[in-house]
């Protein structure tokens, strides 16, 4: 899934160098598909919302402390799956709305259509990668590399793959046994 997503997104870009779209008369189509694709994205966060709202608080995990440029902002401790998921939830939405409007003052104040062109296509694939959306909207079991406690990628991640946040690491399931 990663590799469709590179692979799109390196591809508009490259196409985009090649037609202006602006020239061409497509502003007023990037900018529909832009909201389209950013309501579909508030719509799919909201359907999880609900059926966070309805689930069993179920057991308790440990949640680690979280820290942002060295500064502990969320101390470390125990809560229910309902309330891990709400806090989730949360940060995520709140991610998608910061976004979804940097972007578009950015787009609008200095017309340019390439960083709606890019949101458009990676932020349904950075919404169908996150571990919530796989648990709660795709039905997949949160075991393995989708166990709790969750902890939202670093936009930057790719970079620094050894730095990435806690939680469950691909193969950690395989060491195990």
Known sequence: AKVVRNLSIITVVYASHYFDLKGMGYTSYVH????????VCVLALLVIHRKIGGMEPGPVLSVPETKHMGQVVQEAGKVSQQEHDQAFWR??????????VTMAVVAFKFEVLLPLIVQIFMVPFQLVDSPMTKVHLLGSAPEEELARPWALPHPLEFL???RAGPGP???AAKKKK
């Open 32 to 39: 529909n598909a832009y909201f389209f694709s950013q309501a």
């Open 91 to 100: 940060k995520q939405f709140s991610r998608l709305m910061m976004g979804m």
């Open 160 to 162: 620094f793959p050894e």
């Open 169 to 171: 690491k691909k193969g």
